[in-house]
């Protein structure tokens, strides 16, 4: 199964499970999934086009080599929300497919790039942070928007080669009359390395960046808190035999300052990963663990882990903009007077 946690798998699995009954019929179906894809895709078009429109409006200060990568995730998040969901609402609601077999192309063709894209981003971003508090130097002599943006064609060029060929040969050879579903079937070997390479890479990948600049800090704040102790035992030392101002004792002010500047800067981008980690795990790795047990395991099926890990996947697309927003001042700032402009309009 190629595509973790996609809605154009809802239909494909509600046929897994009426199969022992062959049923045409027309009526609708109301269920949780449905539900909850018209609330993500209207507050995912909402929040992200916000956080967008903030960009557009004060781009001279907020776009930096870091935020390139956020921009391209929210207009994929955007992407999603005003085309992928509102379709697989449809695709949730029927055992067939309506629309036809044109749109169930696009359909699918957006959904696996567009799905694979936002997942791969989140990895990416979750590197570019953890490069930032382990290796400083480097991240500000090396990380340029230019660098940035071959990082994002790089990963489309990825994934244009390892998911477009999928796609084709669904859509000319393996795909079900009447279903608008990548055929698990066929091809197990190839969506077994999709989904080890696209899926679930990136996510196994926001996990360790975290836990790496975790171990990283803990380490550091040992070395500093020894250092901090023999620098004191020192100057007690000097204050017993020179008798000296306790000017000399405070140390340069300019250096703590700086100490202090570099601390918060640390922490702001840590806490940026430690909650983009926490949302990955808790809204992306169930559907990640779910579609991996299918593709790996013949036959496997559980109906209330699907549901459940299908109607997290969506939350994540909401949270994006609101977790970037909270955590950077400068963006922060501009959304606030983005919508005190609507509402005064």
């Known amino acids: 199964m190629p595509v973790n946690g996609s809605s154009s798998f809802v239909l494909s699995y509600k046929n897994h499970e009426n199969s022992t009954a062959l049923t045409n019929s027309s009526a609708a179906e109301w269920s949780v999934i449905p539900v909850c894809f018209i609330i993500s895709s209207v507050g995912g078009s909402l929040t992200n086009a916000a956080v967008l429109l903030a960009f557009v409006r004060d781009h001279r200060t907020l776009i930096n080599p870091f935020t390139v990568h956020v921009i391209h995730l929210l207009l994929l998040n955007l992407i999603n929300s005003l085309t992928q969901y509102p379709v697989g609402v449809a695709a949730s609601l029927y055992t067939r497919w309506q629309p036809g077999p044109a749109i169930c192309d696009l359909y699918l063709f957006g959904n696996s790039m567009f799905t694979a894209g936002t997942i791969n981003i989140h990895g990416l971003i979750a590197l570019n942070r953890a490069w930032a508090i382990v290796h400083p130097l480097s991240y500000r002599t090396r990380n340029t928007k230019r660098f940035s943006l071959q990082l994002c064609l790089g990963l489309w060029l990825f994934l244009w080669i390892v998911q477009f060929p999928n796609w084709l040969l669904n859509t000319i050879l393996f795909r079900r009359p009447g279903e608008c579903t990548y055929n698990s079937d066929a091809m197990p070997a190839y969506n077994a390395f999709l989904d080890v390479a696209v899926f679930t890479l990136p996510v196994l990948l926001v996990i360790a960046s975290f836990v790496v600049v975790s171990v990283y800090k803990f380490v550091l704040a040992r070395r500093h808190h020894s250092i901090r102790r023999n ?85 994540q697309l909401m949270l994006d903009p609101i977790l970037f927003t909270l955590t950077l001042d400068k963006l922060q700032t501009a959304v606030g007077r983005v919508l005190r402009f609507k509402f005064q309009n």
């Not at 204050?239 to 700086?258: A, F, H, K, M």
């Not at 918060?264 to 559907?287: D, E, G, N």
């Open 231 to 315: 620098q004191v035992s020192v100057l007690r030392k000097q204050s017993q035999t020179v008798q000296r101002g306790n000017s000399e004792l405070d140390g340069p002010p300019s250096d703590v300052s700086i100490v202090k500047v570099t601390l918060q800067t640390r922490q702001r981008k840590y806490m940026v990963l430690a909650l983009l980690t926490a949302s990955v795990v808790i809204f992306c790795l169930p559907s990640t663990i779910f579609f991996g047990l299918v593709v790996w395991i013949p036959g496997f099926w559980g109906h209330d882990f699907y549901v459940v890990s299908t109607v997290l996947v969506p939350v």
